[in-house]
């Protein structure tokens, strides 16, 4: 007889995946407390000990904690396609649903879209992750997530991306730089300035890709893979920046203005939309999201992060 929960599995599994019970708390917004108490009661009605319990480095899975942890997460997919079938055959919307997130947006975005989705579907137990677009691939490919909000950046043939609306570049600079007092730049403005690049996976190429064709290059003197951090050095004068989400404060982190300027000339945008697997089964949640964002997008309630046309 089993003596254990698939909610107990679930916590093991945050765990075990995140290496700490507070960021597994986080994650699957469950208090502390009681992620511990059911590890204690899986360790006791298994007989083995899953986690060696590292004061300063968190939680760490022994072997047999590594094996079962495995086993877990294929009974918690199992469970969750069971849920599937019986949600398309009853036709409601219900069960587990894992959506990534591109890092650079995830904070304008994805709060808002899992708060109008969780109220009107609230049998959805939606997980989100944030994530850069490599890794996107890689959690799609792995059926980690089931579909991600992203751009249409370098994007592989077995992924299928739907379009949302569309993002152009621009510029964000200090008030005293020497062009914050235009009302647009062009690339070649930008050319022969010091430039803070975002340097995450394949968006740094897509802001390098902006001066293709130019005589000038782009004089890089500082990189971070974080957009906070980008703005505040931009708004200490460490150089311009280029970016699609426009901040909604024109104030960088640490309290200093920022000037946001559109980008004149024939620049390519990016487009936000969804990514999923190309011949994934699609369960009735998964649906759901993919209609609920893109009826968010053409009622504009998308528009915030800064997009001026809708597709």
């Known amino acids: 007889?089993?003596?254990?929960?698939?909610?107990?599995?679930?916590?093991?599994?945050?765990?075990?995946?995140?290496?700490?019970i507070a960021r597994a708390s986080e994650r699957i917004n469950v208090s502390s407390p009681s992620i511990s108490s059911a590890i204690s009661q899986l360790e006791a009605e298994f007989g083995i000990r899953l986690f060696v319990r590292q004061h300063a480095q968190g939680l760490s899975l022994t072997q047999a904690g590594r094996q079962l942890l495995a086993q877990a997460q294929i009974v918690l997919r199992e469970a969750g396609a069971m849920m599937d079938i019986a949600g398309d055959i009853s036709g409601s919307v219900r069960g587990p649903l894992s959506v990534g997130c591109l890092l650079t947006f995830a904070q304008l975005v994805l709060p808002a879209v899992r708060r109008g989705f969780e109220e009107k579907y609230p049998e959805v137990r939606l997980r989100q992750h944030e994530m850069n677009q490599v890794e996107i691939f890689s959690a799609l490919r792995r059926s980690e997530i089931d579909l991600a909000l992203t751009y249409d950046l370098d994007l592989p043939a077995d992924l299928q991306f739907t379009g949302l609306m569309q993002l152009p570049p621009i510029a964000l600079m200090g008030v005293e730089h020497p062009l914050a007092?235009?009302?647009?730049v062009t690339m070649e403005d930008l050319s022969g300035h010091p430039m803070v690049l975002l340097d995450l996976p394949l968006s740094s190429d897509y802001f390098l890709s902006l001066f293709d064709g130019l005589d000038g290059k782009p004089v890089i003197t500082e990189r971070t893979r974080d957009m906070a951090v980008m703005r505040s050095m931009v708004g200490n004068g460490f150089g311009y920046s280029i970016a699609n989400v426009r901040p909604l404060s024109d104030t960088s982190p640490d309290g200093n203005p920022v000037r946001v300027l559109p980008i004149a000339g024939k620049v390519r945008p990016l487009r936000m939309g969804l990514l999923t697997?190309?011949?994934?089964?699609?369960?009735?949640?998964?649906?759901?999201?993919?209609?609920f964002v893109a009826g968010m997008a053409r009622e504009g309630r998308l528009s915030r992060i800064g997009g001026t046309a809708l597709l």
């Open 1 to 20: 007889m089993l003596r254990y929960t698939f909610r107990q599995l679930e916590y093991f599994v945050a765990v075990g995946e995140t290496g700490s």
């Open 181 to 184: 007092d235009r009302e647009s």
């Open 277 to 291: 697997a190309q011949d994934a089964d699609r369960s009735n949640a998964v649906r759901a999201f993919i209609e």
